[in-house]
């Protein structure tokens, strides 16, 4: 039999007890004296971090990205050479909901990877559509006050939801994608992955592109009805973190092929939609997919706290040959995710072993609280001691390009297509089945028939799916039963 070790405090002395705190004599109170308890009680009031006000519950794996196509005319960054292997991890996660709540909630899902390149991390935090709800970070933390609870009650409101939404018509898309089932993704393993925003490629010569990926998921599309989904939630409400564990452990590893679409610097300034609004697609007729390489997740977590819990992503991790474009989502996301680690997790996030960059880190960043990256050298530039010197222009060549214009605070310029409605009337008229389309009306009127839903609220709900279709919004007024919208 192997020898156990003796527990200890976490100093390194040994314990005590295990049961039995100090006290006087057996019946008596206990003493303050007693350092090993007072670390016990102390160490596990500090257990949980705060929890992310968004994407809380989720979960994850690692594995590796593999380049099969060469697109080195597009892009120079090291990850995406054709040959090229880069271990990754990725989070998946729900938007609104705590914890504890369950997997299987309609709800965008996260899908964020991280690529530990040889450059550096690469982070590509997406979701499981191409689009969102809004396409100004000025409204975020309002949608998301629109989702979560409300301040009065504690209660979720689908009042409140809709509206958020019928006053905001750039997320008719988005909702229609919601209210499909693809809200509510059987797995993990069986929906896609966008990075939804674009962002820029730049090649060797420094010739620039803009770019959108999609990963699509190898597995299939797998959906929930309304009905399965809310079964799930009862049944097994951490289910998506079960099935991506288990599959992985029986070696049944899920993989999605890595497809991009390329527009042309030059293209976008009068492209037929504005191609930085994220509530738009790129149409594959203007810009079709090109697969590049295949994503696989191969690896389960050993800690979930230190894995998952503590895994930091944030768009504004670029290697050279990508860089951010002027979606103004993408804009305010690349201050707000690193913003949100420093304060969870501490401004030391990137130095935990999951967030720890592949690649050497020469940074002059030091000390700040738990600090493990204590330079010996010198701590400011420029310096004649010997210190790290910046990589200079030639391998950022191509990130620059030239903009001018008002300061003003003003929606996108319109370009000659762009309006809220003609993407997800697409998707209702053209891609869509006569089955989704069902459930998809089924879906929104279950949702705005919720008790807290005001008849007036109705009425607003049937014109906001008539802009997008009147077959839609009529089955939804059917439904909803209202007659006079
Ligand atoms: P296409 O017919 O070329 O593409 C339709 C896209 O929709 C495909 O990517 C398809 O891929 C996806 N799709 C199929 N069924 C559903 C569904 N039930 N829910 C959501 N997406 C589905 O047409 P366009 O490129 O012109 O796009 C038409 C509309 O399709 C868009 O307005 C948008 O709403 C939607 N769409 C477009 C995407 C794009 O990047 N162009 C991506 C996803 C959706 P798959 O079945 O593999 O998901």
Redesign the pocket.
């Known amino acids: 039999m192997s020898e156990r070790p003796i527990a200890t405090t976490d100093a390194g002395s040994p314990a005590p007890s295990l049961e039995h705190s100090q006290s006087v004599g057996p019946n008596g109170p206990l003493l303050l004296q007693d350092h090993y308890l007072i670390q016990k009680m102390a160490h596990f009031n500090r257990e949980r971090v705060p929890e992310r006000v968004v994407h809380a519950k989720g979960g994850g794996a690692y594995g590796v990205l593999e380049i099969t196509e060469d697109v080195s005319q597009f892009t120079k960054a090291k990850l995406f050479q054709k040959g090229a292997r880069t271990e990754s991890l990725v989070r998946f996660s729900t938007v609104a909901g705590e914890l504890g709540s369950a997997d299987t909630a309609r709800d965008p899902r996260g899908f964020a990877v991280k690529f530990y390149t040889e450059d550096g991390n690469y982070d590509i935090v997406g979701n499981n559509t191409?689009i969102f709800f809004i396409r100004d970070p000025q409204k975020f933390s309002d949608f998301i006050h629109s989702q979560k609870r409300r301040p009065d009650n504690h209660l979720r409101d689908h009042n409140m939801q809709w509206d958020f939404w019928t006053l905001s018509p750039e997320s008719a898309?988005q909702v229609t994608?919601l209210m499909?089932d693809?809200g509510t993704p059987a797995s993990w393993r069986h929906m896609?992955g966008f990075g939804s925003h674009t962002f820029l490629w730049y090649n060797a010569a420094g010739e620039r592109f803009w770019v959108k990926y999609?990963f699509?998921t190898d597995q299939g599309?797998r959906n929930f009805t309304a009905a399965e989904a809310a079964a799930a939630q009862v049944a097994d409400p951490d289910l998506h973190i079960r099935d991506l564990y288990e599959a992985i452990r029986r070696g049944d590893d899920p993989s999605w092929t890595v497809n991009v679409?390329i527009m042309p610097f030059e293209e976008a300034a009068d492209y037929r939609f504005n191609p930085f609004d994220l509530t738009k697609?790129?149409?594959?007729?203007d810009y079709p997919e090109i697969t590049i390489g295949r994503w696989t997740l191969n690896r389960n977590p050993e800690n979930y706290f230190a894995e998952i819990e503590q895994a930091s992503f944030e768009p504004s991790s670029f290697v050279p040959g990508i860089g951010p474009s002027p979606d103004k989502m993408l804009q305010g996301r690349l201050f707000s995710y690193p913003d949100a680690h420093r304060y969870r997790i501490g401004p030391n996030y990137l130095q935990l072993p999951v967030n720890q960059p592949k690649a050497p880190v020469h940074s002059y960043n030091f000390d700040g609280p738990m600090t493990y990256r204590n330079p010996a050298g010198p701590v400011y530039a420029p310096n004649t001691v010997g210190g790290p010197v910046a990589a200079g222009p030639d391998v950022w060549r191509g990130e620059e390009y030239e903009l001018a214009g008002e300061i003003v605070r003003s929606a996108y310029h319109p370009h000659r297509e762009d309006d809220d409605f003609s993407?997800?009337r697409?998707?209702w008229e053209?891609?869509?089945s006569d089955t989704?389309r069902a459930h998809l009306v089924d879906n929104v009127v279950g949702h705005a028939s919720a008790p807290e839903v005001t008849d007036d609220m109705k009425k607003r709900v049937v014109g906001y799916w008539r802009n997008i279709h009147k077959d839609l919004g009529d089955r939804v007024a059917q439904g909803l039963g209202v007659t006079d919208a």
């Open positions: 191409p898309h994608f499909t693809r896609h999609h699509k599309i679409q697609v790129w149409p594959h007729a993407q997800p697409a998707l053209r891609v869509l989704d």
